[in-house]
């Protein structure tokens, strides 16, 4: 079992920057990809960003290319996403998830409670 709680969820206007984090409690981090996902209000869950378990690859959605960046440290078991240049339809509740990284195709089965992200325009 993995655990993951996120942190860093506020109301920002939009232009500003958000910072946030995925922290493992337990300490089992290393050999799990990571990725954000979030869900506004009405929407479909949608991905975010992915980073691989030692950091070397990392993806993201068309939507927030070029302004997000995602990073992580194996060593405090921690994952952060950094939004830059908010816009309004960034606003919604993101969630932090967990995947095994040895076996092809596997789900995002670990994911925390997630933390709101309002960018008032």
């Known amino acids: 079992q993995v655990q993951l709680v996120e942190s860093g969820g506020r109301l920002v206007h939009a232009g500003g920057p958000l910072k946030l984090s995925c922290t493992a409690p337990?300490?089992?981090?290393?050999?799990?990809?990571i990725a954000w996902f979030r869900q506004a209000p009405g929407q479909e869950r949608e991905f975010v960003a992915s980073?691989?378990?030692?950091?070397?690859?990392?993806d993201f959605a068309d939507p927030v290319e070029g302004r997000f960046t995602i990073s992580r440290d194996n060593a405090k078991n921690t994952a952060n996403l950094q939004m830059n240049s908010l816009k309004p339809e960034d606003t919604a509740v993101y969630y932090c998830?967990?995947?095994?990284?040895?076996?092809?195709?596997?789900?995002?089965?670990?994911w925390g409670q997630g933390t709101q992200v309002t960018v008032l325009s």
């Open positions: 998830a967990a995947r095994w990284a040895f076996r092809e195709g596997s789900d995002y089965d670990y």
């Open positions: 337990g300490g089992t981090f290393s050999h799990y990809d």
């Open positions: 980073i691989t378990w030692t950091g070397a690859t990392t």
